[in-house]
């Protein structure tokens, strides 16, 4: 059992300064913006609808109602499975007892550190391309579909009808993601489900975020597309990042995020990976809210772990568009 002694931490005092840092990015946007529910069981559910295509046909002077429309018939549900996410802590007796540089208590940074990983966890599995699955009580634990399985990376999910399914993607294929991508995408999006309910948000992968911020440098086999750009001479700086999208279908956010797209225990990122997603149609649905849990001391030194137990709710496929 891994455990931290005097003999494998790193900063126990001689002569380093008191600071301690963790360089490594935590922003978890989806889990962020996403609404909070609440799972009653392992498997929580939730209805959706669609409307019948227009019909204008007229009605002719004096017609009865003699037959009628069952205006349920396109309702269906949809639902997910929760997952159980854990990280785990030990610290030894003797290392509580040591002075260490910049840190005041071993098991407390021990316990917030676990927090800290436990809530990226779940930003990526909300954010992957694993499918759902049930505990069977041997070797497959219970599993949340991701948000880009939802989205049908691999294939759409077979639980999902036609009329429910995602319809805004972008496939680059090693190319740079344009802003005719981009518009191409907020279109489906629209033809779709006409104006989102809420403000678009772009969650982009490192190498994705930089090809938008391009979108002022790009050229087009026929023109130049090319930004006027203002500032004061005194700030000795020009900006070109673009945080906030706007084009002929909505506005959109771009947020950057090294969580998408990734496979378990994988430091790989997709760096041109993307999640377009409507806030108001998705949301995380806890059945154990976090918390930390401090198990007995049996001699070696303080041990605990800490839980939180979630799953996703995609409230409408069609509501979101991904780039892969």
């Not at 004096?62 to 996410?85: C, P």
């Not at 699955?133 to 036609?162: C, H, I, M």
């Not at 033809?191 to 979108?215: C, H, V, W, Y």
């Not at 806030?279 to 198990?295: F, G, H, M, Q, R």
Request: aromatic share 8%.
């Amino acid at each position: 059992m891994a455990m931290a002694k005097t003999t494998n931490v790193a900063g126990n005092r001689e002569d380093l300064s008191d600071i301690l840092t963790i360089l490594e990015p935590e922003r978890t946007p989806l889990l962020s913006l996403a609404k909070k529910g609440k799972a009653n069981g392992t498997f929580f559910e939730w209805q959706v609808d669609d409307m019948s295509d227009p019909a204008f046909g007229g009605v002719l002077e004096g017609t009865d109602e003699s037959s009628f429309t069952n205006k349920q018939a396109n309702r269906a549900k949809l639902g997910n499975y929760i997952q159980v996410f854990r990280r785990n802590y030990q610290v030894s007796n003797i290392q509580e007892l040591v002075d260490v540089a910049g840190v005041d208590n071993e098991f407390s940074y021990a316990e917030s550190k676990a927090v800290r990983e436990m809530k990226r966890d779940l930003e990526s599995a909300l954010c992957s391309a694993q499918d759902r699955q049930q505990d069977d009580g041997s070797s497959n634990p219970y599993k949340t579909r991701g948000l880009f399985k939802w989205l049908g990376e691999g294939g759409q999910p077979s639980d999902v009808g036609a009329g429910f399914q995602s319809v805004a993607s972008v496939s680059l294929g090693g190319s740079a993601f344009t802003e005719a991508n981009m518009n191409g995408l907020l279109q489906d999006l629209y033809e779709a489900n006409g104006m989102p309910g809420g403000q678009l948000t772009l969650i982009a992968g490192p190498g994705l975020k930089r090809d938008i911020s391009d979108f002022a440098r790009q050229e087009s086999s026929s023109q130049s597309i090319a930004f006027s750009v203002t500032q004061p001479a005194e700030s000795k700086s020009i900006s070109l990042v673009v945080n906030m999208y706007e084009g002929d279908f909505g506005q959109v956010a771009v947020v950057p995020s090294l969580f998408l797209n990734r496979t378990s225990g994988s430091g790989t990122i997709d760096t041109n990976a993307g999640l377009l997603i409507d806030p108001e149609y998705i949301a995380v649905n806890t059945l154990k809210a976090e918390s930390n849990s401090e198990l007995e001391n049996k001699g070696g030194g303080r041990r605990g772990f800490c839980e939180v137990i979630a799953g996703l709710a995609c409230l409408s496929p069609k509501a979101h568009g991904k780039v892969n």
